[in-house]
């Protein structure tokens, strides 16, 4: 089953003794449980009972001694080991690809500390985001971080997939809302960076982890950055005569220095689903959801800005329903329905970023490579930057059997990828990269790059046992096992 | 009565398949509110790991040995998932077709292996005599009064554990006017059956409640327990033994509410517990009653009424609310993970800065009170009790 070989029942002994045998399994139906995250490749495989790939231990640690006796077993027997928090990654980042051991966090979820005179929290990475969120809302605070997977995602994740939420915006992405991390490294050391709001001693080591998806490290603790809850928060949406007006509309939103909580600007595929039940929209309009949230003299200037603005570009105002309507109903698209997961389905997201200057051109070239090959496209564009931002293009397809929808994924990412490569994008904004984007990571970095990530893995983990092959990384120390069907998206 | 035989439980878990299909590749939409995963934290067991067992065991890639029996069984029926998940998938229903399933094939796990036989032998789920299942009644049953005639199903935890619940309800019942009928043939309504996956013993009692309610003549029953009225409403029309056509089961939350009108009349003093004026009262959701048979407001309406209580509500509350663990047999299953998931409703009970506990289920009652510690050791209360003390 693994690719590795151990004694699984001495290690499980050996962990068992060291840390308690109520947070070790490695019961076969376990095993199987942690044979997933949520990348829909995986799931499609799943859908068909395709129960590889398996971990041969799942080990739940509650503190950082666990984990560090477990990485020096594992050091020692060159065991491989895969952090998972939420497990809600849709890259395959958790994804036990060598077996060896699961690190599942979510047993460490304590809430160590909140400073409410340097507004920061302090938690342990297997906290959900909801049940953050749930600790800080009853004391008027909230850290702004709100991805669609709050609900199945954990604090240490999102630092180790530089996660962005919703609403980035205005509270920032994750890696701006993290102040200080501690990380236990490779071969059992401990490292915390200092909580301190910034610093110019050298390079900023906690973004070293950051985004490393358990290649260099596992994330123990975060301390972060809160905000108090909002005193107003409004919608409101704007139909635009087409993607390039709402485009130029929204560039000049940041040209007045506005920062608003959302802004979600739809193509016109997007834009009929999401207007659906409101308005039948003309041909190639866009619609534009905002929402703003801030003090109650701030939004009511927000909004009279936005609005001259919109309106000076044409865009027909349509009141606050649209964007209320998607906020209250944001998670309904995550369900798992037989639309996008039935037999022969196939589905999936493109997220990518870019300069205002190539962002447009991205956005075409992109939707022309992949709808050539036969699937429907929608897309949206949602992290906004005064320079720049995100297109989330989503696919959803059919062939004639699993099998061929698989491989048919394969192919849609890769022509997705190359065209937002060329057009000067970078792969992935906000959803990482795991097994799936592995292969385009030398793309992406470049060869100079790519090499000095692979020198500082073989630096941190000269054994190759934390989350071997993830990232592209480690491959060489040991040549690659992952199946060629767990690899999504072809080598470039 | 008997009807039809219904499926096996396999085809049955076939109806389901595309629901569990579906539930066991979901991006763990309700995973967080699950009591049993927010006690184990593993992946395992949560709803996605159960309907992943489910799965497993149709495709032929696992047996229902040991563990996926265990996982299959440290789940409480609570139905959190259900009120979470948008599409409104009903995988507690699949869970329980699936330890039908685990019982037609003689793999019980250990807590509950003899249930049925003890529910069979001895009418109720504690071993006790038959016949002593009213005693603690006698001095306040059968007191004619001239309105309403009602049967109240008191139910094997009320009745052997907990009379004063069915005491106080009698009591208001009888200070409305209202008549209740006490079945003496009344036996286990067959809910911890049904949650475990003993069908055919469950239907044999259903057999017998009906003939009982039948023959009463009386059309109105009421319970005090959550899971007797799922079971009469619910479960017994599933069982191919429904209740003769015009009666009508209610809890008795709902019934109340009904007559609040009456009731204002009657409340006089004030019900505080330490005398003071203003009691802050927190009330705990039962699941059946709740997420089952969608009754959230009457027991609010009920506390509306007493002068001198105050609701302050759990941060998980109405369809939301946290199961308290005692439910589908898990306090016999798994009594660890049960009394787990029981001292962190009792720490949220606490967070509330409420002084009393209230409820409106006797399992919940039984179960939290057993598990209360002394920084948890909230007094509880029935809403039944609170009611009976405000009209005495
Ligand atoms: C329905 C849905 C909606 C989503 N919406 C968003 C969104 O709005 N924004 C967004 O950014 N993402 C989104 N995602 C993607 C995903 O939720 C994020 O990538 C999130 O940050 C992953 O967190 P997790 O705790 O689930 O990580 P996991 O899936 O557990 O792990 C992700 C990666 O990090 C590694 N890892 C996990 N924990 C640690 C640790 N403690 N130390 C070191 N490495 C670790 C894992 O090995 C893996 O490589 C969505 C996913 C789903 C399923
Ligand atoms: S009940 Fe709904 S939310 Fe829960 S696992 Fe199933 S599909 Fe997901």
Request: proline letters at 6%; charged letters at 20%.
């Amino acid at each position: 089953m693994s690719s590795t070989s151990f004694n699984v029942r001495r290690v499980r002994r050996e962990i068992e003794h060291l840390i308690g045998g109520d947070n070790v399994s490695d019961a076969e139906i376990d095993r199987v449980c942690y044979s997933r995250d949520a990348w829909p490749l995986r799931l499609m495989q799943l859908g068909r009972l395709v129960t590889k790939p398996r971990p041969d231990l799942i080990v739940w640690p509650t503190t950082v001694e666990h984990i560090q006796h477990v990485l020096r077993i594992a050091n020692a027997e060159h065991i491989p080991v895969t952090p998972v928090s939420g497990g809600s990654g849709v890259c395959g980042g958790a994804l036990p690809t060598r077996g060896g051991i699961i690190l599942d966090l979510k047993r460490m979820n304590r809430i160590c500390g909140l400073d409410e005179e340097s507004y920061t929290v302090t938690v342990e990475a297997g906290l959900l985001g909801y049940e953050l969120e749930q600790y800080l809302s009853v004391r008027g605070y909230t850290t702004g971080h709100a991805p669609s997977s709050i609900f199945s995602s954990a604090v240490g994740g999102f630092a180790a997939a530089r996660s962005a939420g919703v609403l980035s915006s205005k509270y920032g992405k994750f890696e701006e809302i993290v102040v200080s991390l501690e990380v236990v490294l490779p071969n059992g050391e401990l490292l915390r960076t200092k909580t301190v709001p910034r610093s110019s001693m050298g390079p900023d080591l906690k973004q070293l982890f950051i985004g490393s998806e358990g290649t260099f490290g596992i994330i123990t603790e975060l301390t972060l950055r809160i905000c108090p809850l909002p005193e107003s928060t409004q919608f409101a949406s704007f139909l635009f005569p087409d993607l390039h007006t709402g485009m130029e509309a929204v560039i000049r939103f940041f040209r007045r220095d506005l920062r608003l909580a959302l802004i979600r600007l739809y193509d016109e595929n997007e834009t009929r689903f999401v207007l659906g039940r409101f308005k039948s929209p003309p041909e190639g309009a866009c619609v534009l959801n905002l929402i703003y949230s801030a003090t109650k003299k701030l939004v009511s200037l927000e909004r009279r800005t936005v609005t001259r603005i919109c309106e000076a570009a044409g865009a027909e105002p349509l009141g606050p329903k649209p964007s209320k309507h998607w906020w209250d109903n944001r998670f309904d698209l995550y369900y798992p329905s037989s639309i996008n997961l039935g037999p022969g389905m196939l589905y999936d997201v493109l997220d990518v970023a870019a300069s205002y200057a190539n962002l447009e051109t991205m956005y075409w070239r992109m939707r022309e490579a992949m709808e050539k090959l036969g699937v429907s496209t929608m897309s949206h564009f949602s992290h906004f930057y005064p320079d720049g931002g995100n297109i989330y293009v989503i696919f959803i397809g059919h062939a004639g059997s699993s099998e061929e929808a698989e491989a048919k994924y394969s192919r849609v990412w890769k022509v997705g990828l190359e065209a937002a490569h060329r057009a000067g994008g970078t792969l992935s904004h906000q959803h990482g990269v795991g097994l799936l984007k592995a292969p385009w990571m030398p793309v992406e970095h470049g060869p100079v790059g790519f090499a000095l990530l692979e020198a500082i893995k073989q630096y941190l983990d000269p054994h190759n046992i934390l989350n071997p092959g993830k990232l592209g990384l480690g491959s060489k120390a040991s040549p690659s096992t992952d199946t060629p069907t767990a690899q999504g998206g072809d080598s470039p | 009565m008997s009807g039809s035989p219904p499926p096996s439980s396999s085809d049955a878990l076939d109806q389901f398949a595309k629901v569990s299909r579906l539930c066991s590749l979901c991006a763990r939409m309700c995973r967080h509110a699950c009591p049993t995963h927010v006690a184990t934290r593993s992946d395992a067991c949560s709803p996605v790991g159960r309907a992943l067992v489910v799965e497993l065991y149709r495709g032929h890639k696992t047996a229902l040995t040991e563990t996926p029996v265990d996982r299959l069984y440290q789940c409480t029926l609570c139905g959190a998932c259900k009120a979470w998940c948008k599409p409104g998938h009903e995988l507690p229903r699949i869970i329980e077709l699936a330890r039908e399933r685990v019982i037609q094939e003689h793999r019980a796990p250990l807590g509950i292996i003899d249930l049925d036989q003890t529910v069979s032998k001895h009418n109720n789920v504690y071993s006790e005599p038959h016949e002593k299942r009213f005693a603690s009644l006698a001095p306040v049953l059968e007191q004619q009064h001239s309105g309403d005639n009602v049967i109240y199903f008191v139910g094997c935890t009320t009745a052997y554990r907990h009379p004063e619940i069915a005491t106080a309800a009698i009591h208001v019942l009888n200070r409305l006017g209202v008549t209740a009928h006490i079945l003496q043939n009344e036996v286990c309504c067959g809910s911890p059956l049904v949650r475990a996956g003993y069908t055919e013993t469950a239907r044999t009692l259903a057999r017998q409640n009906v003939e009982a309610i039948a023959t009463s003549g009386i059309r109105t029953v009421l319970t005090t327990c959550p899971g007797c009225a799922r079971a009469l409403k619910h479960d017994y029309p599933k069982l191919n033994t429904p209740l003769p056509g015009s009666t009508t089961v209610f809890h008795i939350t709902e019934f109340l509410a009904k007559r609040r009108r009456q009731l204002q009349r009657l409340l006089t003093s004030p019900t505080t517990t330490q005398g003071s004026t203003s009691t802050a009262v927190t009330y705990h959701d039962p699941c059946h009653l709740g997420r089952e048979l969608g009754v959230y407001n009457p027991p609010r309406q009920l506390l509306q009424l007493l002068p001198g209580i105050r609701l302050v509500e759990f941060q998980n509350t109405r369809d939301h609310a946290d199961c308290c663990g005692a439910g589908a047999v898990l306090p016999k299953t798994f009594p660890q993970l049960a009394a787990e998931i029981a001292h962190r409703r009792l720490d949220d009970a606490a967070q509330t800065g409420a002084s009393l506990l209230i409820s409106s289920c006797p399992n919940c009652k039984q179960h939290l009170t057993s598990h209360q510690t002394p920084s948890s050791a909230m007094p509880f209360l029935d809403l039944m009790e609170l009611l009976a003390r405000a009209l005495k």
